[in-house]
């Protein structure tokens, strides 16, 4: 950084996510802020993935439906739900998402709900194959401002080991 020996180098802390060895199993990790959700969000996703559904688009024909109004676009609400993990769990730590299962949505999300996501590590274990690297599974929960449950979904990812990764990247590995 400076050359000057009288000037100390500041220590530079970057946000990221945790390591596949910094994950513990059955613990509840709270990802916040929560995300209040708005009428311009659900149209502009809902257009933007072409998906022409009215409960998403047409408030007078989703009036008359069972639910009485609009519903968020589900897939924005995973989306949400997955995204507010990123920065506790896997920025920067995860090397690939290799799937998402029992993903349900028990109950709808409306415009100017708040969505609140809680994650718990199901399990996780070394990859077989991937030195280095290791296969964890997580359970996301998506709830409303009132504690309902509007989504769950759960998510396997490859994550690094934090010494594997670090030696990845000074290139002391091959991957």
């Known amino acids: 950084m400076t050359a000057d020996p009288a000037v100390p180098e500041k220590r ?16 509840v990790y709270a990802h916040r802020p929560g995300r209040t959700v708005t009428e311009a969000d659900n ?20 009036s008359k439906q069972p639910f009485g109004q609009r519903l968020m676009n589900s897939m924005f609400t995973l989306s949400t739900m997955v995204g507010q993990s990123v920065n506790q769990l896997t ?23 708040t969505l609140y996501t809680e994650t718990v590590i199901t399990s996780k ?15 996301h929960t998506g709830r409303n401002q009132a504690g309902t449950v509007v989504a769950l979904a759960t998510r396997t990812c ?18």
């Open 43 to 62: 149209v502009l996703f809902t257009t933007l993935t072409m998906n022409t559904q009215a409960l998403h688009l047409d408030a007078a024909w989703s």
């Open 12 to 27: 530079v802390i970057e946000q990221r996510g945790l390591y596949f060895d910094e994950l513990e199993e059955s613990v």
């Open 125 to 139: 274990r070394l990859s077989s194959s991937r030195p280095g690297q290791g296969i964890v599974t997580m359970q």
């Open 91 to 113: 920025q920067g730590t995860i090397i690939a998402q290799l799937g998402l299962t029992d993903v349900t949505f028990p109950h709808p999300l409306y415009h100017g709900d």
């Open 158 to 175: 490859l994550m690094w080991i934090r010494t594997a990764h670090l030696e990845a990247q000074q290139g002391t590995i091959n991957t």
